[in-house]
C-alpha cells in the first residue's frame, strides 16, 4: 500500500481504548487521578491538542423517527464519536475527537454542478432549513471489519441532487470533501493521500432512498469527527464510500475518480458493496466486532449488502458480485 495509509499497527484497537477510557472514568471516581489536565494528559500518555476535545452537539428540532430503522442495539454515542476514521484530523481512531476544532464546520457551502442543468451552491442553513431532518437507524460497516449502528439525522441525497436538474447524461455523482491548500488540516499536512477525499456512486446508487446525506447523529448537530456539516452514509458499503464533510457534488457520464481506488484499486473497488464472500487482502470479511460489545461477545457474521439486500441488491443484478470490492 501506498506510504499515505495508516498501517495496522497505527490502528488503536478499541479494546485498548475502551479500556483506557474505564480506568480514567474509574480513576477520576475513587479521586486517584487529580483533576488537572496535567494528570490527564500524564495518563493518556500523549501531549494534550491545541482542540478542544468532543462535547455533545447542538440538538437539532424538529426530528422525526422513520420506518428506516435496523432492530439492533444502538453503539452508545461515545463509541460513535470517538472511534473514527478521518484521515484529515489524523490517522488513528481517537485523534479526529481531539482535533474536533481544526475542522472549520461554518460558513459551508456545497457547490453541485457538471451534467445538470441548473449548477449551484447551497449552504448548510438552507439545507438544514429546506430538507427533512429524519431519524434513520443504519448499520455501518467498516473494511476494517468493525461494525456498528448509528441513529442518524439527515434525508435522502436524492431530494438534493433533484434541486440542480441531473441531466441524461449524468452517469454518475463525484464528491469531494473539504480541502484548502492554504490551510490544510492536521492530516492533509502530514499525508499524501491526493487531496481532497473524493468517493463517488453511480446515479442509480446516489438516487437510491437509502443513500442518505447525515446533518446530524443522536438529534445532535453532527459532530466534526463525524463529517460535519455534512456527510454522505451508503450503509450497504463500506464506510470509505460514506464520505465526510462534503463540499462539492459533481454530475458526471463517467465513473470518478476514488480516492481509495486510484491508491489501491485491487484492496478498494468503486462499488464496495459489503461482501462476505469478498475477502479483503488484509481483513477477512466474514465477521465483524461490533464497536462496544463486550470483548467476550465474539465477531458476528457480516451479511451480504450489509444486511440491505432485500433494498439494493436490484441495483446489481447481471453485475459479477465477485468484482464489486
Ligand atoms: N473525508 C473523509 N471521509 C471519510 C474518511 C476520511 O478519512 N475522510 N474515512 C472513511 C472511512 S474509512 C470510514 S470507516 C468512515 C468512518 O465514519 P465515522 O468516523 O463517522 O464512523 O468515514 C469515511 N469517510
Ligand atoms: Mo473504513
Known amino acids: 500500500m501506498s506510504s499515505s495509509q495508516p498501517k495496522p499497527s497505527e490502528i488503536t484497537p478499541k479494546e485498548v481504548w475502551l479500556t483506557r477510557r474505564r480506568w480514567i472514568q474509574s480513576g477520576l471516581a475513587l479521586g486517584v ?5 496535567g494528570a490527564g494528559a500524564w495518563w493518556w500518555g500523549r501531549e494534550p491538542d491545541e482542540a478542544t476535545p468532543a462535547r455533545h ?3 437539532l428540532e424538529g426530528v422525526v423517527k422513520t420506518g428506516y430503522r435496523v ?5 452508545d454515542y461515545a463509541d460513535v464519536t470517538h472511534y473514527n476514521n478521518f484521515l484529515e484530523l489524523g490517522s488513528d481512531k481517537e485523534t479526529p475527537a481531539e482535533r474536533a476544532a481544526f475542522l472549520p464546520t461554518r460558513p459551508w457551502t456545497v457547490r453541485v454542478d457538471g451534467e445538470c442543468e441548473a449548477p449551484g451552491e447551497i449552504d448548510i442553513e438552507t439545507i438544514l432549513k429546506v430538507y427533512p431532518r429524519e431519524e434513520r437507524v443504519y448499520r455501518f460497516r467498516c473494511v476494517e471489519a468493525w461494525y456498528m449502528v448509528v441513529p442518524w439525522v439527515g434525508f435522502s441525497l436524492g431530494d438534493l441532487l433533484r434541486r440542480f436538474k441531473p441531466t441524461s447524461k449524468a452517469k454518475y455523482v463525484a464528491f469531494e470533501s473539504l480541502y484548502d491548500p492554504d490551510h490544510p488540516l492536521p492530516g492533509q499536512r502530514r499525508l499524501r493521500l491526493g487531496w481532497p477525499y473524493r468517493e463517488g456512486l453511480r446515479m442509480d446508487e446516489a438516487m437510491h432512498p437509502l443513500t ?3 446533518t446530524g447523529l443522536y438529534g445532535e448537530e453532527l459532530p466534526a469527527q463525524n463529517g460535519a456539516p455534512l456527510r454522505l452514509v451508503v450503509p450497504w458499503k463500506y464506510g470509505f464510500k460514506s ?4 463540499v462539492r457534488i459533481h454530475f458526471s457520464e463517467h465513473q470518478p475518480v476514488t480516492t481509495w481506488n486510484r491508491l489501491q484499486s485491487d484492496e478498494y473497488g468503486f462499488y464496495a458493496n459489503v461482501n462476505p464472500e469478498v475477502d479483503h487482502p488484509r481483513w477477512s470479511q466474514r465477521r ?4 462496544g460489545a463486550s470483548v467476550f461477545a465474539g465477531k458476528q457474521p457480516t451479511q451480504m449488502f450489509n444486511g440491505y439486500a432485500a433494498e439494493v441488491a436490484g441495483l446489481y443484478r447481471g ?3 465477485h468484482k464489486f470490492f
Open 243 to 246: 464520505i465526510k464533510s462534503v
Open 57 to 59: 452537539g447542538r440538538p
Open 319 to 321: 453485475m459479477d458480485l
Open 288 to 291: 465483524h466486532r461490533v464497536l
Open 212 to 214: 442518505l446525506l447525515a
Open 33 to 37: 487521578l487529580g483533576a488537572t489536565a
Open 71 to 75: 432492530d439492533e442495539p444502538l453503539t
